[in-house]
């Protein structure tokens, strides 16, 4: 089992086992600490969440999707997905993902189990919905940005980007943002009624290790208009003035995805995807 049960057992860390960082003042609750909610996965990824808190992800090397709800043990919801990666709710409450194996699209119906695979112009990495109708998603090797219009399902490239690979909505759902995978930049493009995206600017810079490979992954907006985003050196916390404020990272690995999260119980939480585990952190954000 890899799930760990949430109301049980759970490892509870503050930064690097030492005493709070500044970094973390007005982003945790205090006196709280990391949880991790399941481990041993080859590379899971995807992560997303109903209104009950329930959690979605997807082990992507082992082509498998899974239901997790906390305190209970993890549920096998799908073991062929094509190595299905990033994971967003849709219409009707429908759970989507792209496939990095296949050109295709995959969409879970969630009170039912009933799988529906749609064709794509490409493979995909990270997708994003807008609305009703628009699915964006990237795929770096091509290094493009495309779009599903999910009422007729024809799918198009809509922009070029630099490696890329995580991709989320603004704040105010105007703009993409897209991060350039090896290197520093999320880039900002905006919306347009007909699902095109208008010219990239460069919204957000992040922290680079001595490598100068940022691995800008999965990320999620800020009520405030900052980004958080999953990057080499962990969590960053990202502002439009160009600063990055970093998160002490609880583990070894890199941070390669991040969702906020409201329970059941109206708590408030940061779910981080750490390459070989899931974990979480009651946040203020």
Not at 26 to 50: C, D, K, L, R
Not at 77 to 101: E, H, I, Q, W, Y
Not at 223 to 236: E, F, I, M, N, S
Request: charged fraction near 20%.
């Amino acid at each position: 089992m890899r799930f760990i049960n949430q109301l049980g057992i759970c490892l509870c860390l503050t930064a690097r086992g030492m005493a709070a960082d500044p970094a973390e003042a007005g982003v945790f609750v205090e006196g709280s600490a990391w949880e991790v909610v399941g481990e041993n996965y080859h590379v899971v990824e995807g992560i997303a969440a109903t209104s009950d808190g329930t959690i979605y992800l997807t082990d992507v090397l082992d082509d498998e999707l899974f239901k997790c709800v906390p305190g209970l043990k993890e549920e096998l919801l799908d073991a062929k997905t094509a190595r299905a990666n990033g994971l967003a709710l849709g219409p009707g409450g429908n759970l989507f993902s792209v496939c990095m194996s296949e050109p295709r699209a995959l969409m879970w119906n969630l009170q039912t189990g009933e799988r529906t695979e749609i064709p794509l112009a490409s493979p995909g990495n990270d997708l994003v919905i807008a609305g009703e109708k628009w699915l964006y998603w990237t795929w770096g090797p091509k290094n493009s940005v495309y779009v599903l219009d999910l009422q007729t399902l024809e799918s198009r490239k809509v922009a070029e980007v630099q490696n890329a690979n995580g991709i989320t909505l603004s704040q105010g759902g105007r703009e993409l943002w897209v991060g350039e995978f090896n290197a520093a930049t999320v880039r900002g493009l905006p919306l347009l009624a007909n699902g095109d995206l208008g010219p990239a600017r460069a919204a957000f810079t992040v922290k680079l290790p001595e490598n100068g490979k940022g691995l800008i992954d999965g990320m999620t907006p800020l009520k405030d208009g900052r980004a958080l985003v999953a990057t080499a050196l962990g969590l960053q916390i990202l502002a439009s003035d160009g600063t990055a404020l970093l998160l002490p990272n609880p583990t070894t690995q890199r941070a390669n995805y991040v969702r906020l999260v409201t329970d059941a119980a109206g708590v408030r939480w940061i779910y981080a995807a750490y390459v070989k585990s899931v974990m979480r952190r009651r946040t203020l954000l």
